[in-house]
Each structure stands twice: as C-alpha cells, then as structure tokens.
C-alpha cells in the first residue's frame, strides 16, 4: 500500500522514552513506510530540565532498537524548536512528501514553533499522531521517582518509571553479585549497561557487555546478568508487557536460596 508520505519526522527528547512515544511511533508508520526521529541532544535536556536522565548516546541506541523507525539522528542544535533538524533534512531529501508529526499535546499551530519552517519547505504538519490526547510526560516521570530503593541479596534497585504496559527500573549489582537464572512468561526486557562489566546469559550463550552497550531479551527466554567487574553494575531495565509484578520471575537457579 502507497502511503501518503515518502517521510514522517517525529522530534523530541524521549527521556525516557514511555507508551505514548510508543504509540506516536506506530501511528507514524501508517503516515509513511519511513519514520526518521530528531533527537533533541543533551544540551537541550538540560535547558529544559536541568539535566538528562539518559544522555544522547544511549537515548538513541535504544530508539534504534525499535523497527518502527527507520533512522535516529541528534539534533546539533539546542534550540527550543527543531526548525533547523528539519530544515536540514528536506534540504538533503529535495522533492519528497515529508510531514511533521504532532502527539496530543500539539494540537494549537499557534504554540506549534516549527510550523513556520514547515509551512515555508512545504513539509505539512500531522495532528493527533499517537492519539489525541497526551498520555505521559518524560520529565513529569522522571520528577515523579516512584518508591523507595529495594533492597535485594545481590544489590538494589528503584524503579523510575511506570505506566500500563511497561516499566523502567534503575538497578544496581554489587561487586560480585549477580542476580538469579531466570525467565519471564509475560514481559520482554532491554538492558543498557550505564557503569560498570557485566556477563549475560541468554538461553545458551554468554554476552560480555559494558558502559553505552545494551541487550533485548525476549520473554519465555532463561536469562541472568552478573558483575563480573571491580565496581558496582549498574544498568536501567526496560520491562515490556501485560504483566509486569515481580511474580512473574520464574527462577531456574539462584545464589540465595530463592528457588
């Protein structure tokens, strides 16, 4: 099926990306077959909001995990808007039917202040891409720190963010800890890696990863994280799906007895 444009750009912080950012991105892919992200960069994050919770590099490498969109490029300006993003990707994408996607918080053109670039390149503005209504706030999330740090034999960790259908958690492994075999029958999970050496076990094979790398495990897949380095490991969790209590932890072997 044709669709209606050869581009659809989606700007903006995603930090941390939430199910609203999800749900923009699906519906960017029935407005075109390639979705491109403008990631506004890490000085912008701390003019808005004092600092980034993750910074630009690891911002997009979990973006370009998702098969939704086709490429992420940082944004070199700071500026409040993405006007010159845009600017300079129609200039290097001449003759293209290009649109610019709004969520449910842009539905004003007046408080829109990349419509007049838009309006000048030809690039037409989309409304309601995601729903019409704004679903979650990145900064809000990230303001309002959910529960206190839980205490666990093999270190801790708080979890940051939460909404229906996923969750994401900051966790910490001490020096020579690592957490117990397992798998989970109703989420999948994407681990970066922010400090420190880790070995991860997926089903039958062992992945050596460490600060800016990361890793997708899918559900029902028997995995285990352990530090294996001269520090604390600390890496933000990423849960996806229906079911995302800590019952759902099915462990095969563990350290501590938890079996």
């Known amino acids: 099926m044709i669709k209606k444009y050869d581009f659809a750009l989606v700007s903006g912080g995603f930090d941390?990306?939430?199910?609203?950012?999800?749900?923009?991105?699906?519906?960017?892919?029935?407005?075109?077959?390639?979705?491109?992200?403008?990631?506004?960069?890490?000085?912008?994050?701390i003019k808005k909001k004092g600092k980034p919770f993750m910074n630009e590099i690891q911002r997009k490498e979990i973006l370009d995990e998702f098969t939704s969109i086709t490429e992420v490029i940082i944004q070199e300006s700071s500026e409040k808007s993405s006007s010159r993003a845009i600017e300079e990707f129609v200039k290097s994408n001449p003759n293209k039917r290009i649109c610019y996607c709004n969520g449910g918080d842009r539905s004003n053109i007046e408080n829109?202040?990349?419509?007049?670039?838009?309006?000048?390149?030809?690039?037409?503005?989309?409304?309601?891409?995601?729903?019409?209504?704004?679903?979650?706030?990145?900064?809000?999330?990230?303001?309002?720190?959910?529960?206190?740090?839980?205490?666990r034999p093999w270190g801790n960790y708080h979890v940051i963010a939460k909404n229906i259908g996923y969750q994401i958690k900051e966790i910490k492994v001490s020096k020579n800890s690592k957490?117990?075999?397992?798998?989970?029958?109703?989420?999948?999970?994407?681990?970066?890696?922010?400090?420190?050496?880790?070995?991860?076990?997926?089903?039958?094979?062992?992945?050596?990863?460490?600060?800016?790398?990361?890793?997708?495990?899918?559900?029902?897949?028997?995995?285990?994280?352990?530090?294996?380095?001269?520090?604390?490991?600390?890496?933000?969790?990423?849960?996806?799906?229906?079911?995302?209590?800590?019952?759902?932890?099915?462990?095969?072997?563990?350290?501590?007895?938890?079996?």
């Open 16 to 45: 941390p990306v939430h199910v609203g950012h999800l749900r923009m991105f699906r519906d960017a892919t029935r407005l075109s077959d390639k979705v491109i992200l403008l990631l506004n960069n890490d000085e912008w994050l």
């Open 179 to 259: 957490l117990s075999l397992q798998k989970h029958n109703n989420r999948s999970e994407f681990w970066q890696i922010v400090k420190g050496e880790s070995r991860i076990t997926i089903e039958d094979d062992e992945y050596f990863l460490k600060e800016k790398e990361h890793i997708y495990i899918p559900k029902e897949t028997v995995h285990r994280i352990e530090n294996i380095g001269n520090e604390e490991l600390i890496f933000i969790e990423i849960q996806l799906g229906e079911d995302l209590q800590e019952s759902d932890i099915v462990r095969i072997e563990d350290d501590y007895g938890r079996v």
């Open 112 to 151: 829109i202040r990349e419509a007049a670039i838009c309006k000048k390149l030809g690039v037409n503005l989309e409304f309601g891409v995601g729903g019409e209504e704004k679903i979650e706030s990145s900064s809000q999330l990230t303001k309002n720190y959910l529960g206190n740090v839980e205490k």
